[in-house]
């Protein structure tokens, strides 16, 4: 799983965002020292970096891991708003910017989407099933699903956490998006679809699990976790 290394040093805010992550399935290391995450900065996948840090400035410690990780992805999380401080950020190396308060979905999508740019999208297998997010494709067995690209996300929604309920609101969120403007029953109906090309019945599910006045999950097939490659 991706480890996104957290630098924050207000605790309920990282708190919140620590859940967040690895409620997505990303695997959390989190300091309030600029030294400290220096110490962790080379098994990272992505830095998020508030630059209001006790111990170092923060946009001084970002040239230093720009000068360590080139390519890593880094979003700036911050309570100033000026834009010379954005644009300075930019600048010097950050890949994206956040001014405080923000959303905690925001944050999690902007994570993903750096991740996505910078890695490309990762193949999951659960059990017989495996997708392979850079070319949208999946199989089942080893043969090959046909999916639409709507079909897809939200397989893979389901499957980067094998056995947790997804309610339709954030299925809505994941595979939609916040600014769809339809109902939440569209979920149940492309549900529905994937269960007939998985060849899934929803009275004795082998994959997908109706989760009565609350979502939807994929059962984890008698395995721990998905295998991420």
């Not at 029953?185 to 599910?205: A, C, F, S, T």
């Amino acid at each position: 799983m991706p480890k996104i290394l957290l630098l924050e040093d207000d605790s309920q805010v990282a708190q919140l965002l620590r859940i967040a992550l690895e409620q997505k399935g990303h695997t959390v290391c989190w300091t309030t020292s600029g030294e400290e995450a220096l110490q962790h900065l080379a098994g990272a996948d992505l830095l998020a970096l508030d630059l209001g840090l006790p111990d170092v400035d923060g946009v001084e410690f970002l040239g230093r891991v720009r000068e360590i990780r080139p390519r890593l992805p880094v979003l700036v999380l911050t309570a100033k708003d000026d834009e010379s401080t954005k644009v300075y950020c930019l600048e010097i190396g950050a890949d994206d910017y956040m001014t405080k308060p923000f959303s905690v979905l925001e944050f999690t999508a902007r994570v993903q989407a750096l991740l996505r740019r910078a890695y490309g999208a990762p193949k999951i297998r659960v059990g017989p099933l495996v997708l392979d997010g850079e070319g949208h494709r999946a199989t089942l067995d080893g043969k090959p699903l046909k999916l639409s690209r709507t079909e897809f996300a939200l397989l893979r929604t389901l499957a980067s956490a094998p056995g947790r309920v997804w309610s339709r609101s954030e299925l809505l969120e994941e595979v939609w998006g916040a600014d769809f403007d339809g109902t939440d029953r569209v979920v149940d109906v492309y549900i529905n679809m994937l269960r007939k090309k998985l060849g899934d019945d929803p009275r004795n599910p082998q994959f997908i699990e109706t989760m009565v006045g609350v979502g939807y999950r994929l059962l984890d097939l008698k395995r721990e976790n998905p295998t991420v490659f």
